[in-house]
Nanobody, 118 residues
C-alpha cells in the first residue's frame, strides 16, 4: 500500500505560479511512474504531466495545454514529486491529484484545489 499526500494548492491570479508537492509514504520511484492529473467541475479527470520510473529513465510527458508552462520533477531522497506551474490561466482551475502507477497497481492522493482567478 502507498499513501500519497498532495499540498501546495491555493488561489492565484492569472499569470502567477504555484508548486504542488506529492509525498509518497515510501520509496517507490524506482519502479512507479508518477503523474499529476486534474479534474475541473463537470469535466473528466485528465492527465497533466507524468514521469516514468527511475528504471524506465524518468521520461516526462505533458498535456498539450500545459506544455512549456508546467514542469514535473521528483526528489527521490524525499519521496516527493513536484508540479511547478507557471503562467497560470483560469482554465487551469481544478482539483489536482497525484498518482502512482506500477502495472495494475494504482494509487491516488486526496487532491489539492488550484484556483486561478483575479
Amino acid at each position: 500500500q502507498v499513501q500519497l499526500v498532495e499540498s501546495g494548492g491555493g488561489l492565484v491570479q492569472p499569470g502567477g505560479s504555484l508548486r504542488l508537492s506529492c509525498v509518497a509514504s515510501r520509496n517507490i520511484f524506482s519502479i512507479y511512474a508518477m503523474g499529476w492529473y486534474r479534474q475541473a467541475p463537470g469535466k473528466q479527470r485528465e492527465l497533466v504531466a507524468r514521469i516514468t520510473s527511475v528504471v524506465s529513465g524518468g521520461r516526462t510527458t505533458y498535456a498539450d495545454s500545459v506544455k512549456g508552462r508546467f514542469t514535473i520533477s521528483r526528489e527521490n531522497a524525499k519521496n516527493t514529486v513536484y508540479l511547478q506551474m507557471n503562467s497560470l490561466k483560469p482554465e487551469d482551475t481544478a482539483v489536482y491529484y497525484c498518482n502512482a502507477n506500477f502495472g495494475t497497481r494504482d494509487y491516488w492522493g486526496q487532491g489539492t484545489q488550484v484556483t486561478v482567478s483575479s
